[in-house]
């Protein structure tokens, strides 16, 4: 079960959203006294440590969002925000580029929220913080297919930017998009998080935005493209 930390600035006006993510089987705290506490950079490594993801209520100003994001990169949890709509695509890029890994809006779905949640990988299931991390070990590379390959050429094509999911799928089989498609997007994408991991990368390298697509760790980009013999 994903442990979600819901910061905001008023618990009454974010009760009924906890119900729904806790109808949809999240376990969520819902705190306003935190949100405090981290705005002033208060040391809280043993209570993050406790959770999958921070979410940010739309309560929040952005002013305040820009030191929240500073204050929570340590910890290296994913951030996503929830808001009445999606902002275009330079605030979205901007955003991103200060951590903030997705948006849930209010034209969402119940099942797409469930989904966005679901796509970050749960501490209990392998992921752990920065403060946690392994030493980065590039040394040991792990194979990768020809579509994993293609897919990270891809990424590497836009670096510090968000790539959309159709235009992936157009490069990677020179198609329409299908669902399929789709799905098979996702396992891939999947697949190399955990391969990526494995060489001590963070857990989100490769960030979902959701909506939009997705973007690749400028870390990763560096290193893909010093051409180092991957196995193949």
Not at 130 to 144: D, G, T, Y
Not at 148 to 175: A, T
Request: glycine content about 4%; overall charge negative; aromatic content about 10%.
């Amino acid at each position: 079960m994903k442990k979600i930390l819901f910061l905001t600035k008023n618990i009454l006006v974010d009760q009924e959203f906890q119900n729904e993510l806790q109808l949809l089987n999240f376990e969520v705290f819902c705190s306003s006294n935190l949100l405090e506490k981290v705005l002033e950079n208060a040391p809280l490594v043993d209570f993050f440590e406790c959770y999958d993801i921070v979410l940010l209520s739309d309560t929040i100003s952005d002013k305040e969002m820009h030191l929240l994001l500073e204050n929570i990169r340590p910890y290296s949890l994913p951030v996503i925000r929830k808001d009445a709509s999606l902002p275009n695509k330079e605030e979205m890029q901007e955003w991103s580029t200060r951590g903030l890994k997705g948006w849930i809006h209010s034209e969402m779905t119940k099942s797409e929220v469930r989904e966005l949640i679901n796509s970050f990988e749960s501490l209990e299931n392998g992921g752990q913080n920065s403060f946690q991390r392994r030493p980065l070990k590039i040394q040991v590379i792990p194979n990768f297919s020809r579509l994993e390959r293609s897919l990270v050429d891809i990424l590497c094509e836009h670096p510090k930017q968000i790539v959309s999911r159709n235009e992936i799928c157009q490069k990677l089989w020179e198609s329409n998009t299908t669902n399929s498609n789709l799905s098979h997007l996702s396992f891939l994408i999947s697949k190399l998080k955990s391969k990526f991991e494995q060489m001590g990368f963070e857990k989100e390298c490769i960030g979902t935005i959701w909506g939009k697509g997705y973007q690749i760790d400028q870390e990763i980009q560096e290193w893909w493209s010093t051409k180092v013999k991957v196995n193949s």
